[in-house]
């Protein structure tokens, strides 16, 4: 089986590999997608933190007094 970026970015030629080779393709396609997915969440968690710690403190939040 070639590098799964080959098939990663063709993957009309992953629909032609034998049936047990497709379902290895496709398992590392789903896996990638899930590390991917927790990775971008505790990024944007970490860029929210670092843009609310630098907002300035005068600005009035709408639901505090």
Request: proline content about 8%; glycine content about 0%; overall charge positive.
């Amino acid at each position: 089986m070639k590098d799964i970026r080959y098939y990663w970015r063709n993957p009309s030629l992953a629909a032609q590999l034998p049936k047990e080779e497709r379902e290895k393709v496709t398992e590392r396609f789903f896996e990638l997608l899930a590390k991917d997915k927790e990775k971008n969440a505790e990024w944007r968690s970490k860029v929210v933190k670092e843009r609310n710690q630098n907002l300035p403190h005068t600005c009035a939040h709408p639901n505090k007094p």
